[in-house]
């Protein structure tokens, strides 16, 4: 069902030195949380968070929301 690769994700934490960089390969598969999302976990930083949060797609819809908020 899911067709996120680890490659694409981003680290979310701002305070991160790859923080929305894409293929740095510092974000690893860590285990699912209590809903059975997939986790992911920044090698860098050490965050975790769901495949949900972290997936380009998530942040493109972001953007458009921002965008469209601004006109
Ligand atoms: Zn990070």
Redesign the pocket.
Known sequence: MTGANSKDLI?L?RD?P??RKRNTG?IIKKGFNAKGNQMFN?K??G?RFPETKGTVFYNRHLKEDQISSRR
């Open positions: 680290c934490n991160c790859d923080y510092n920044c860098t930083c965050v």
